[in-house]
T-cell receptor, first 113, second 112 residues
């Protein structure tokens, strides 16, 4: 079964600084990878996804992620964060198109003014 | 784009009562829907897979007699929490896979 490890439970960062949120997944022949953001008391919002093709994926809100098959990673970056980026971020994986996503435990990003 | 709705968005009920949560695919048909549960400050955990016209498949540790899932049509799956207790208080989220990965907005259940 697939599993996801988000290496950092909390990441504090100053406003306008860059940030990287780390995600590793258990290896599989094929994987589909996702990053979601969740603001307090709200549902999930898809930031970006990797299904196939280019390993560098650009998403919304200035986020991008890179699929690295050899390191089984899908780390996400943003070059300059804003206060409004403070939220919980979840990495998720599935190994087939019609199977449920498996989520990591989440990373709490706190942007400090 | 594909949209999944949930109703209600939040509900408060008394201990011992049952609560039904609806998950609808608004502009596409969903033969498979997934139900997740998220406790405060935790991640989403898959509860069950709901298949149209057949019995749901539950994850290990999820009581199928307590969390009743019905997927009677291609656009509607329901989750009924029977005899709810305070420990069932959680955020319940459904998703459908037919149009990529689409999540509903979630239902916050508080059992008093």
């Amino acid at each position: 079964a697939q599993s996801v490890t988000q290496l950092d439970s909390q990441v504090p960062v100053f406003e306008e600084a860059p940030v990287e949120l780390r995600c590793n997944y258990s290896s599989s022949v094929s994987v589909y990878l996702f990053w979601y953001v969740q603001y307090p008391n709200q549902g999930l919002q898809l930031l970006l996804k990797y299904l196939s093709g280019s390993t560098l994926v650009k998403g919304i809100n200035g986020f991008e992620a890179e699929f690295n098959k050899s390191q089984t990673s899908f780390h996400m970056r943003k070059p300059s964060v804003h206060i409004s980026d403070t939220a919980e971020y979840f990495c998720a994986v599935s190994d087939q198109r019609n199977t449920p996503l498996v989520f990591g435990k989440g990373t709490r990003l706190s942007v400090i003014a | 784009g594909a949209v999944v709705s949930q109703h209600p968005s939040w509900v408060i009920c008394k201990s011992g009562t049952s609560v039904k949560i609806e998950c609808r695919s608004l502009d596409f048909q969903a033969t498979t829907m997934f139900w997740y549960r998220q406790f405060p400050k935790q991640s989403l955990m898959l509860m069950a897979t709901s298949n149209e016209g057949s019995k749901a498949t539950y994850e290990q540790g999820v009581e199928k007699d307590k969390f009743l899932i019905n997927h009677a049509s291609l656009t509607l799956s329901t989750l009924t929490v029977t005899s709810a207790h305070p420990e069932d208080s959680s955020f319940y989220i459904c998703s459908a896979r037919e149009a990529g990965v689409v999540f509903g907005p979630g239902t916050r259940l508080t059992v008093t």
